[in-house]
């Protein structure tokens, strides 16, 4: 809630904030749906603009994130509270079953069009309890039958990164990981994959405009 309410405070002058959030769980419970209490089962409705006054404000007082700026990818385990309020707003979800039928590449593809169309960038929140537990054991609330690590990393190389401001990888537990740290080896991965594509893509993109300017 926090990395995701300065970011988008501080590009206000500048634009909106688009945000692709990868994550087993809905997170969008308010104060008054919340069956735990739990304040980490209600971040996306709070950037949302919903839910506690003191928690919507952090950084200014508008919404940091427009509903329609906003995908959810990987989701299997919500509760009916958050999905109605979801829905009801237009979030986009992409739901376990139609990246499974799809395939993580597409799905993202579209996300990420559907985050930049009307934003000036966009940020990227994942939780690792959306991958499968095969490849990310190391959670608090594991789901079976998640994203295939391997399948997303391949993903994320497809992707147009140029608008990309903000990532953010969370719920990694270093102490309930495998002996072969298969958790901590996808954070690594995540962190290398996401920003040498970026990398590379800004460089290809400034080497083409100096060749460009330099025949000009």
Known sequence: MGTWSGVASAIRPYGDLGLIWVDAHMDAHTPGTTPSGNLHGMPVAHLLGYGDKNLTSLGDKLPKILPHNMCMVGIRSYEEGEQELLERLGVRIFYMDEVDRRGIAEVMQEAQYLVTRNTIGF?????????????????????????SANEFLRAVL??????????EIVEFMPGRDDEHKSSERLVVNLMEAIYLTKFFQQNTTIGLEQRMQARA
């Not at 940020?123 to 994203?147: H, L, Q, R, W």
């Open 123 to 147: 940020g990227m929140s994942i939780d690792i309890d959306g991958f499968d537990t095969a490849d990310a054991p190391a959670v608090g609330t594991p789901e079976e039958n998640g994203i």
């Open 158 to 167: 497809t992707l147009d990164l140029s608008k990309l401001l903000a990532t």
